[in-house]
């Protein structure tokens, strides 16, 4: 493939924290409980009066600054989100206008459960390859907040509100997306759905009261796939890039449970050390996770020229993969 190069990153969480112990206030939780199961600390949470998608915008302008670039130098703006601004028109105009890509580039959402980053960024590879477009800004958006029920202590606990963004460019030489796989297994799309609001089931007074377009969550099921599916996408994604798993520098899992990544890293036989998390301060933030922990990660210092990165993730669907990609 066409080299390519992550010329800025950038992230937002909204200011408002809420701990396991503000949770435990008002649901029948612990701090205890939810650090033990989970790995979680705490949440970033959106104010219910802002729209989602100014996260992505700061995100984006963040990315776009670092990257030295401006709105007019974007080819094309994907955005990673299981839950749109709006079920029409989605979540990228949104981000485009505010924004201010006057100049018309395309762009589009896609929607691969908490796996949307991993997938769109080996589209955006795709599309880049292809010479369609030279420069992506891709964004991972979530405020699952929203659709969470809030009386459920099964998957409330869970998840917090974020966004990440990334600038890509075209490059000579061997930085860029290394080898890729990308998976899908539909009989376990029961695992994680919001059954109502779409056009299966429109909303209507019944479906809101009998609280149909809430998250629905088999957590057990999703627990036990997640592992054999991220372990199943890096070790082929791995296979592709010509590589073995100890050329990679660092693994960046998606940010699910503290208890899935450390299962996944043992079955790899990968050195914890090397393995990015910051689940304990941001929750599950589902598209956003991994341009976050990105984002902090390269903000840090800690990801070197040339350093070779495994970025995988899974989720709704079920949809998982893992993109090898030379720093
Ligand atoms: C959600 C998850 C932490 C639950 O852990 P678990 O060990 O499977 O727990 P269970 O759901 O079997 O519940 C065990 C008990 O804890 C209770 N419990 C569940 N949530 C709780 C909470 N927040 N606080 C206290 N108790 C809780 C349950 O009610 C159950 O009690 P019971 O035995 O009296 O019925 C775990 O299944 C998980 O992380 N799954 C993956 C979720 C995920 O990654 N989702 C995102 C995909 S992108």
Redesign the pocket.
């Given at each position: 493939m066409m080299g390519l190069r992550v010329a800025g990153t950038g992230s937002f969480l909204p200011e408002r924290v809420i701990t396991n112990d503000d949770?435990?206030r008002t649901?029948?939780?612990?701090d205890e409980?939810?650090r033990s199961?989970?790995g979680i600390a705490a949440r970033h949470l959106l104010e219910p009066d802002t729209p989602p998608a100014s996260m992505g915008i700061a995100a984006a302008r963040a990315a776009l600054r670092r990257a030295g670039l401006g709105p007019s130098d974007v080819d094309l703006l994907i955005v990673a989100t299981n839950v749109p601004e709006e079920i029409i028109p989605g979540s990228a105009p949104f981000i485009a206008e505010g924004l201010g890509l006057h100049h018309e580039p395309p762009f589009f959402d896609i929607k691969a459960?908490?796996a949307g980053f991993v997938f769109g960024l080996a589209v955006a590879g795709a599309m880049m390859d292809s010479g369609l477009v030279r420069t992506v800004l891709l964004v991972g958006i979530e405020a699952l907040s929203r659709f969470v029920d809030w009386e459920d202590?099964?998957?409330?606990?869970?998840?917090g509100d974020g966004a990440g963004a990334v600038v890509l460019v075209g490059t000579e030489g061997d930085r860029g997306i290394l080898g890729a796989a990308l998976h899908g297994d539909a009989t376990k799309l029961g695992?994680?759905r919001i059954p109502a609001g779409g056009v299966r089931l429109p909303a209507s007074p019944e479906t809101v009261a009998a609280g149909k377009h809430f998250l629905r969550?088999k957590?057990?099921?999703?627990?036990q796939s997640?592992v054999t599916m991220m372990e199943r996408a890096t070790l082929e994604a791995t296979e592709r890039a010509g590589i073995s798993l100890a050329d990679i520098d660092w693994l960046l899992p998606?940010q699910?449970?503290l208890?899935?990544i450390e299962a996944l890293v043992k079955r790899l036989g990968f050195p914890r050390d090397r393995v990015l998390v910051n689940i304990d301060r941001v929750a599950?933030t589902?598209t956003a996770s991994i341009p976050i922990l990105l984002d902090e990660a390269v903000r840090a210092g800690r990801i070197g020229d040339g350093d070779i990165l495994a970025l995988t993730?899974?989720?709704?669907g079920a949809c998982y993969g893992t993109v090898i990609l030379r720093w």
């Open positions: 949770l435990s649901l029948d939780t612990s409980w939810i199961r989970t459960g908490c202590r099964k998957t409330c606990v869970l998840f695992l994680l969550m957590g057990r099921g999703v627990y997640a998606h699910a449970n208890r899935i599950n589902s993730a899974f989720g709704a």
